[in-house]
């Protein structure tokens, strides 16, 4: 039987993945705003290798993300997983935008500004609308990992609940 974290490591890659595609096509077909793995890339004080961005957004989106989103699941407010992850991904980014892009800034002398506003509004409809397809993902792949694990426990002849 896979675990919470087990699960929410999985539902993190798939989402992980779903919005590599958005930004993908937005560096492809655009650059319509700044890309996630170009901020993450200049947070991490190599502006010159989106490489490093790329990797922490895959790093954070499915093992630090995933797992935390397994574990309080559970606890969120909302009634469908779907609904659980946007409200996870969304509250993700708050904090991020709060205290990680500004701190970034700080210590590393490139300001990014709350919510990255140093790369303009744009950018901060991008941010909230990939991690609300983030989360519409990571929610419904979890969900459906934890709808199959009931399946798999239901005694025979049960209807699993």
């Avoid at 990014?112 to 941010?127: E, H, N, R």
Wanted: glycine share 14%; with cysteine; hydrophobic share 55%.
């Amino acid at each position: 039987m896979m675990s919470r974290v087990q699960k929410g490591m999985i539902a993190g890659l798939a989402a992980t993945v779903a919005v590599s595609v958005l930004e993908a096509a937005n560096l492809y077909f655009g650059p319509w705003t700044a890309s996630f793995p170009r901020l993450l890339s200049v947070m991490l004080q190599t502006p010159d290798l989106m490489v490093v961005g790329w990797i922490a957004h895959f790093v954070v989106g499915t093992l630090i993300l995933g797992p935390l989103f397994g574990v309080l699941c559970p606890r969120l407010p909302t009634d469908t997983p779907e609904s659980k992850g946007i409200l996870f991904a969304v509250g993700a980014f708050v904090v991020m935008g709060l205290t990680v892009a500004p701190l970034v800034g700080v210590l590393g002398g490139r300001p990014v500004g709350i919510f990255f506003m140093q790369a303009g509004f744009g950018t901060l409809a991008w941010m909230i609308a990939t991690h609300a397809v983030y989360g519409v993902v990571l929610g419904s792949v979890y969900g459906r990992l934890v709808e199959r694990g009931k399946r798999a426990h239901a005694p025979a002849g049960a209807t699993a609940h």
